[in-house]
């Protein structure tokens, strides 16, 4: 399981080190072969490991870089899973990644700072509502294989955010134009995303545990969306207890909705099919990049 984005960054030396799964031995074979035909060196983690993305199943993680020392370097010391847990391991882990300092310095602070679970609740919500957010930062599809980049940038104005990404983009292009062209269309569609605020957690699971919709269509006003299709996109296991998600699949019955501080409303033509109450802030915030 390879992002196909983050292998072409890294082809690139764009990112210095990436890191992907596999489930077995053989899978891992088969992608030290395909990281060989392209000049890339990969390295898998020593034990098998539980993680997120890989659902309940534990399969090992690969390093993949240019530099065999710095893949075998991070394999040894992913701040995940085999690290001491100390700042410095951390902040050199995402800087192999490629990551911005600012945008790293970022994501630290508001994990591990001071601020109260409402404060960060807020800026998180501050920061994703945004105006005027360039796609090449949506980092909302990393899921699945849109994003040019899975971490989070300080902000969404973020010019060396903005400036990373965009090489990346434009490697892409290069590699598979067919696919660069869907990223842009895809990165541009309106989302409806719901933050998980059940618990006081850090501000990183609030990222990483909502609940979202996307929308193949496009924004009409502030509050309305016109589309075609819409799909729940993807929920981690520790998501939002309190909240149905059945209710967000029957966006599916309709062609509009319409989101207002109390409720979203699903239309198909003129005619209301579904209504859910919203009775928090953090819950069904329009989102879209341009
Ligand atoms: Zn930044």
Redesign the pocket.
């Known amino acids: 399981m390879l992002q196909k984005i983050d292998f072409i960054a890294t082809k690139y030396a764009l990112k210095p080190l990436m890191r992907g799964h596999c489930f077995s031995q053989k899978e891992f074979i088969t992608i030290r072969i395909l990281c060989g035909n392209h000049g890339l060196t990969a390295v898998r983690s020593a034990i098998k490991i539980k993680n997120p993305a890989l659902e309940e199943e534990k399969g090992y993680c690969v390093y993949i870089s240019k530099d065999k020392r710095l893949a075998q370097k991070c394999a040894n010391e992913d701040p995940e899973y085999a690290g001491s847990g100390d700042l410095s391991g951390l902040k050199y882990f995402s800087k192999s990644l490629g990551y ?1 300092e ?2 790293i310095d ?1 994501y630290i602070n508001l994990g591990l700072g001071n601020l109260s679970g409402e404060k960060k609740k807020e800026v998180i919500f501050k920061k994703i509502t945004r105006n005027n957010k360039p796609f090449l930062l949506n980092n909302f599809l990393y899921g699945m294989g849109m994003s040019l980049s899975f971490y989070e ?3 969404y104005g ?1 010019k ?2 903005l400036s990373y990404n965009k090489k990346i983009m434009e490697a892409v292009r290069k590699e598979d134009p067919l696919f660069a062209a869907r990223i842009r269309e895809y990165l541009q569609l309106p989302m409806l995303i719901w933050l998980n605020v059940s618990e006081n957690s850090s501000a990183n699971d609030f990222f990483h545990n909502r609940i979202q919709l996307l929308f193949k269509g496009s924004l009409k006003r502030q509050n309305t969306i016109y589309y075609e299709k819409a799909a729940l996109y993807r929920k981690f296991p520790r998501c939002n207890p309190t909240f149905d998600e059945g209710q967000l699949e029957e966006a599916s019955l309709g062609n509009i909705c319409k989101v207002y501080k109390d409720r979203v409303m699903i239309f198909d033509r003129n005619t209301a099919v579904k209504e859910i109450k919203v009775d928090n802030k953090y819950h069904a915030v329009i989102v879209k990049f341009n």
């Open positions: 911005p600012c945008c970022s940038p300080c902000s973020c060396y955010a």
